[in-house]
């Protein structure tokens, strides 16, 4: 289960669209923007495509390796000349089981809704704000330890990016996440919790486990994003509860917060 | 251009295989029956009088070391649930975390709770490990609190018993009373069968027994004469007999009861 994390955690800061930074080549994740109309942007992490000019088909691809079946969609709607706003859905299949049969039953479903707005308030300025909806649902047993604590239940986000475009190659990120609500798991998984190391506990039934209760986590996380001709690289480092990124489970303790993307885009 | 929306989502959730019908909720499993157990502990069918008393008084003092070993096996079940409610200062907190952090769950319906407990073993300081055995329980819950019957196994269960070694082996039934509270466990009287097998230094033995406890050290057991039963009791500072003609204190060593209603006596 860890390695479904990372997997995503990796993967997930991937899902971008950077090229030089120009008007038509801007940054992907965390805001409005899409590809352009068949335009591949591929990496180790993700693998995008722009099936028309604002509409986007992409796949975070270290996941599949950890037999983490998953698939998104984004659309960007022009509002102004300064002003985009972006739907986009992707959606998560993780069977517990058939990345290690030792573990117990569980099949995680994830399915994040954003609708996100970019303005480009000048030249060099863009503030994007999305409001991130994840429907989780779990099916099966639920061990908290597995999954490093994270908080794998359906929850509501508001984040924020802003960029400033230093030069051509090199723009600064600041992205500001905050956990505004979730709600409780589904009842139709249990839940294996540790209280002591002697004791083992599997719940079954309707409960809810403030084990998982992580509302109002936030992170704050600066960064840049290089962009050349075809290659891309954002890295970032910040602090706060880590959300995994893509299925957006967020740990309950506060840690640092890396981001790391590498990418192709032709 | 404008791809047509319907067609992706639809494809997007075919691929994703969202589409799977959920898996009903585990069922929770049925207790065992103990009603026959605890009417049994409200109702003593023996009247005690001349010609049983001794009797009863042989059969009671026959099976006590059986009882005080359940006695202290009860706080190694009482342990085991313990780690698995932890009511931590909130009555419908369950499984608190030993290091604090906030680790609960609240409870908002019906349900029920397995839990692992690996015993202490026999040396000190060891740490917890597999092979030292171990207690599992089944705990129902519902909004009102503990179901009333907590049921499991001891699995080879090591732990200190009189100051020796001891396993035990076998299974486990624990009426904890009519809507008990989360936070009222370990409260009240609980009353304990247990059906299985005690190794020691002696060797090998059955362990078929029940009693009832109550959180003051004070015990109760059922002495059978025949087919009927009195219940012997014992609350630290006095003992005797329920029977079905009243409440005896006895005074063991003169071999002398009185009934509590009316200062009746029988000796023998």
């Not at chain 1, 390796?65 to 509002?79: A, C, E, I, M, S």
């Not at chain 2, 109760?220 to 007999?241: K, M």
Request: include cysteine.
């Amino acid at each position: 289960m860890s390695a479904v994390l990372c997997g995503c955690a990796v993967a997930g800061y991937a899902v971008s669209s950077d090229a030089y930074h120009t008007d038509k080549q801007r940054l992907g994740y965390g805001t409005a923007y899409t590809l352009g109309k068949r335009t591949i942007a591929l990496g180790p992490f993700t693998a995008q495509y722009g099936l028309f000019d604002h509409f986007d088909v992409g796949t975070y691809v270290l996941p599949w390796f950890v037999r983490v079946g998953n698939l998104g969609v984004k659309w960007q709607l022009p509002v102004t000349d300064t002003v985009d706003v972006a739907p986009q859905l992707y959606s998560f299949r993780l069977d517990v089981q058939k990345l290690n049969a030792d573990s117990p039953p569980l099949v995680i479903g994830a399915v994040p809704f954003d609708v996100t707005a970019s303005w480009r308030a000048s030249k060099d300025h863009t503030l994007s704000l999305s409001a991130v909806y994840t429907w989780i649902h779990l099916q099966g047993t639920f061990d908290q330890e597995a999954l490093e604590g994270a908080a794998a239940v359906s929850n509501f986000q508001i984040v924020s990016t802003w960029e400033y475009r230093w030069t051509r190659v090199t723009a600064l990120l600041l992205r500001l996440r905050y956990l505004a609500h979730q709600w409780q798991p589904t009842a139709s998984a249990s839940y294996v919790l540790h209280p002591d190391e002697y004791t083992t506990v599997e719940v079954y039934g309707d409960a809810r486990l403030d084990a998982l209760d992580v509302r109002h986590a936030w992170s704050l996380i600066p960064g840049a994003a290089w962009s050349w001709e075809t290659f891309n690289l954002r890295v970032g480092l910040g602090y706060g509860n880590y959300n995994v990124p893509g299925v957006n489970f967020v740990l309950p303790r506060k840690t640092l917060c890396p981001e790391l993307d590498v990418f192709w885009r032709w | 251009m404008v791809p047509r929306r319907g067609c992706w989502i639809g494809a997007f959730a075919i691929v994703m295989g969202l589409s799977c019908a959920a898996k009903s909720p585990e069922p929770k499993p049925t207790p065992p029956d103990m009603s026959v157990l605890v009417d049994s502990y409200e109702h003593p069918t023996l009247s005690l009088d001349p010609s049983n008393v001794r009797l009863a008084f042989e059969a009671s003092m026959s099976v006590s070391a059986s009882v005080q070993t359940a006695v202290e096996l009860v706080p190694q079940i009482q342990t085991a649930v313990h780690a698995g409610l932890n009511a931590d200062g909130d009555q419908k907190q369950i499984g608190a975390s030993s290091n604090g952090s906030n680790r609960t769950i609240d409870v908002t319906g019906s349900g029920f709770l397995l839990v692992h407990r690996i015993c202490p073993g026999t040396a000190v300081g060891g740490g917890p490990n597999e092979a030292n055995g171990s207690i599992d329980l089944t705990i129902g819950f519902t909004e009102r609190g503990i179901d009333p019957v907590v049921w499991g196994t001891f699995n080879a269960c090591q732990f200190v018993l009189g100051g020796a070694p001891a396993t035990v082996q076998g299974a486990v039934q624990m009426y904890v009373g009519e809507n008990l509270t989360f936070d009222k466990f370990g409260t009240e009287p609980v009353l304990v069968a247990v059906d299985g097998a005690l190794t020691d230094v002696s060797g090998t033995a059955g362990l078929a027994m029940d009693c009832r406890i109550a959180p003051t050290g004070a015990f109760e057991y059922r002495v059978f004469v025949g087919t009927q039963h009195v219940i012997y009791w014992d609350d630290l500072e006095q003992r005797g007999f329920r029977a079905a003609n009243g409440t005896w204190t006895c005074q063991l060593d003169l071999h002398l009861c009185t009934r509590d209603e009316d200062s009746q006596q029988l000796a023998w």
